[in-house]
């Protein structure tokens, strides 16, 4: 019941946060933006909107192979769990509610707990990986072209965002590769939950919670042999960032406009865009992710014309996952199964 009136609570902010942003963007240039809305051409949009799914498909492949029971786990349950997951992200703060969302979701496929938990672990590595590289390029790209203002505040932003993602890549990987890191953490958490008196038996806690870690990096070091699939991995997550990234070239393509934006530059400040949104405590990133668009595109597009393009560039990459996320999710017995 708690988590039933989370979601709500969620979602009703997510639809303020959005009729407020919406707003904003439309209160200067309502008739000029809705003008451009009206002459758009559908075939770059169905192109752009092929490009997401294309982003979806390629992250939930990479968990179908991980999993790696077909009789268990189908190509086209990985799809649905993955929608499923972008709707959890999509309405919650720092997009947290996916990983534990998908780790339920391969229990309900008989997949024991420490199992799917190393398989998610695994496969949000090699984003963090690809997410990082992605980063990097973006960051040098901008260093030697200069395409954004050299005293942007975002720009700062964006490379602490960068620093902070090759962190948590860091710390996902000695959790995944060192028992003996893992170990201490686990043991710094239960001193401090018994401190608090959070739990109430430290020692059948702490038990608990080694025999699970065991099992998980047995998991571990099995998978870890096999450097094909981190490579695989790595490579199929790069594919499919680049597939997101370049959404709003075709956006753009749709109003008509094939000059203003380039496939590197779309790339770039995609990249720069999306790492601004980490730092955004709301469901969807709302308000500081369109603002980061609106800012790093203007370098290249004005007017009533970015603001047409954050409208459905927006559409495209958050509302389509949000909603059939949650239709597929309302479909889904294997998810309402308790």
Same mark, same amino acid.
């Given at each position: 019941?708690?988590?039933?009136?989370?979601?709500?609570?969620?979602?009703?902010?997510?639809?303020?946060?959005?009729? *407020? /942003?919406?707003?904003?963007? !439309?209160?200067?240039?309502?008739?000029? @933006?809705?003008?451009? #809305?009206?002459?758009?051409?559908? =075939?770059?949009?169905?192109?752009?909107?092929?490009?997401?799914?294309?982003?979806?498909?390629?992250?939930?492949?990479?968990?179908?192979?991980?999993?790696?029971?077909?009789?268990?786990?189908?190509?086209?349950?990985?799809?649905?769990?993955?929608?499923?997951?972008?709707?959890?992200?999509?309405?919650?703060?720092?997009?947290?509610?996916?990983?534990?969302?998908?780790?339920?979701?391969?229990?309900?496929?008989?997949?024991?707990?420490?199992?799917?938990?190393?398989?998610?672990?695994?496969?949000?590595?090699?984003?963090?990986?690809?997410?990082?590289?992605?980063?990097?390029?973006?960051?040098?790209?901008?260093?030697?072209?200069?395409?954004?203002?050299?005293?942007?505040?975002?720009?700062? *932003? /964006?490379?602490?965002?960068? !620093?902070?993602?090759?962190?948590?890549? @860091?710390?996902?990987? #000695?959790?995944?590769?060192?028992? =003996?890191?893992?170990?201490?953490?686990?043991?710094?958490?239960?001193?401090?939950?018994?401190?608090?008196?959070?739990?109430?038996?430290?020692?059948?806690?702490?038990?608990?919670?080694?025999?699970?870690?065991?099992?998980?990096?047995?998991?571990?070091?099995?998978?870890?042999?096999?450097?094909?699939?981190?490579?695989?991995?790595?490579?199929?997550?790069?594919?499919?960032?680049?597939?997101?990234?370049?959404?709003?070239?075709?956006?753009?393509?749709?109003?008509?406009?094939?000059?203003?934006?380039?496939?590197?530059?779309?790339?770039?400040?995609?990249?720069?865009?999306?790492?601004?949104?980490?730092?955004?405590?709301?469901?969807?990133?709302?308000?500081?992710?369109?603002?980061?668009? *609106?800012?790093?595109?203007?370098?290249?597009?004005?007017?009533?014309?970015?603001?047409?393009?954050? #409208?459905?560039?927006?559409?495209?990459?958050?509302?389509?996952?949000?909603?059939?996320?949650?239709?597929?999710?309302?479909?889904?017995?294997?998810?309402?199964?308790?």
């Amino acid at each position: 019941m708690e988590k039933i009136k989370n979601l709500k609570r969620n979602t009703f902010v997510l639809i303020i946060i959005t009729i *407020l /942003v919406l707003y904003f963007v !439309l209160k200067d240039d309502f008739n000029d @933006i809705s003008n451009i #809305l009206l002459k758009v051409d559908l =075939k770059y949009i169905f192109i752009a909107v092929i490009f997401y799914f294309l982003y979806i498909a390629i992250r939930a492949y990479m968990i179908y192979i991980t999993v790696a029971n077909k009789k268990k786990f189908s190509l086209w349950e990985s799809i649905k769990h993955n929608m499923i997951t972008q709707f959890f992200n999509g309405i919650t703060p720092f997009s947290t509610g996916g990983q534990p969302m998908e780790i339920y979701m391969l229990t309900k496929h008989k997949i024991r707990t420490a199992r799917a938990t190393n398989i998610i672990l695994q496969n949000f590595l090699y984003y963090q990986i690809a997410l990082v590289i992605y980063g990097a390029f973006a960051v040098l790209y901008n260093y030697f072209f200069n395409i954004f203002p050299a005293d942007s505040l975002l720009k700062k *932003l /964006v490379i602490l965002g960068f !620093l902070i993602n090759t962190i948590v890549c @860091i710390i996902l990987f #000695l959790i995944a590769c060192s028992e =003996k890191f893992t170990k201490r953490c686990m043991k710094c958490i239960v001193f401090l939950l018994d401190k608090s008196n959070i739990i109430k038996n430290k020692e059948e806690t702490k038990n608990k919670w080694m025999n699970r870690l065991q099992e998980f990096h047995n998991n571990t070091k099995s998978i870890s042999k096999k450097v094909h699939m981190f490579v695989l991995g790595v490579s199929l997550n790069l594919i499919s960032l680049t597939c997101l990234y370049i959404i709003p070239l075709f956006v753009l393509y749709s109003f008509h406009d094939f000059t203003s934006l380039n496939f590197i530059n779309s790339i770039v400040t995609s990249a720069y865009v999306l790492l601004i949104g980490s730092f955004v405590p709301i469901p969807g990133a709302s308000g500081g992710i369109e603002y980061g668009f *609106l800012h790093f595109f203007n370098n290249f597009i004005s007017g009533g014309m970015i603001v047409a393009v954050l #409208l459905v560039w927006r559409i495209i990459t958050y509302y389509v996952g949000v909603v059939v996320g949650a239709i597929l999710l309302n479909f889904d017995k294997g998810v309402d199964d308790n």
